[in-house]
């Protein structure tokens, strides 16, 4: 099946610096990607969906301008947490809807943020 | 081999029949999602499990740890229940999805 990969895996930062999340599509095009985190011990949550040239649509309660979307190709959208903080320790999930195979997703391994 | 394998792929019932969906896993896990994506949205959690059963309204999800086995049934079902419906495990640090069965309910 198709691949998704995330970098990094897991990062470890201060607060107030920034972090950037990779996710790539490695072997297929992805028009749509979306992004999720999860809290400890809760469910999936979506904050946002990044179409490939456009904005990202984010989710009710998401700041876009703490968490910055690019979807520069078909193959890479990238989320920034800006001036990160304790408080957006979490995992970080995205996933990527093929071009060919629409509402078929593929799902990255997860990116852990730990802000001390 | 995959650690997460749902089955069936691709499922169509009439309104109101009562539909199953199986997933199965290899490894050891903390908790169970079932996810769900209508068309053209995102994924909408639907349930988080660890261990017996949860019930929301048509849907019911259920968990049996020491078969590694999770089904997620709905009752009564809806055309408006058409979608695909993705099993997810947390292992670890890591996720792993199945692939999603493809439910199409029809009137």
């Known amino acids: 099946g198709a691949v998704v990969s995330q970098h990094p895996s897991w990062v470890i930062c201060k607060s107030g610096t920034s972090v950037k999340i990779e996710c790539r599509s490695l072997?297929?095009?992805?028009?749509?990607m979306f992004w999720y985190r999860q809290f400890p011990k809760q469910s999936l949550m979506l904050m946002a969906t990044?179409?490939?040239?456009?904005?990202?649509?984010?989710e009710q309660g998401v700041e876009k301008d703490k968490f910055l979307i690019n979807h520069a190709s078909l193959t890479l959208s990238t989320l920034t947490v800006t001036s990160a903080h304790p408080e957006d320790s979490s995992f970080y999930i995205c996933?990527?809807?093929?071009?060919?195979?629409?509402?078929?997703?593929?799902f990255g391994p997860g990116t852990r943020l730990t802000v001390l | 081999k995959n650690e997460v394998e749902q089955s069936p792929q691709n499922l169509t019932a009439q309104e109101g029949e009562f539909i199953t969906i199986n997933c199965s896993y290899s490894?050891?896990?903390?908790?169970l999602h079932w996810l769900q994506q209508h068309p053209g949205g995102g994924i909408v959690s639907l349930f988080m499990l660890s261990s017996g059963k949860k019930k929301h309204g048509r849907l019911i999800a259920t968990i049996n740890i020491q078969e590694k086995h999770s089904s997620l049934h709905i009752t009564a079902s809806h055309p408006r229940d058409s979608a695909v419906y993705i099993c997810a495990v947390e292992a670890g640090n890591q996720f792993y999805f199945g692939t999603g069965t493809s439910l199409t309910v029809i009137p």
């Open positions: 990044s179409n490939e040239g456009s904005k990202a649509t984010y």
């Open positions: 490894v050891g896990i903390s908790a």
């Open positions: 072997d297929f095009q992805a028009t749509t």
């Open positions: 996933s990527a809807e093929g071009l060919v195979i629409r509402n078929e997703q593929f």
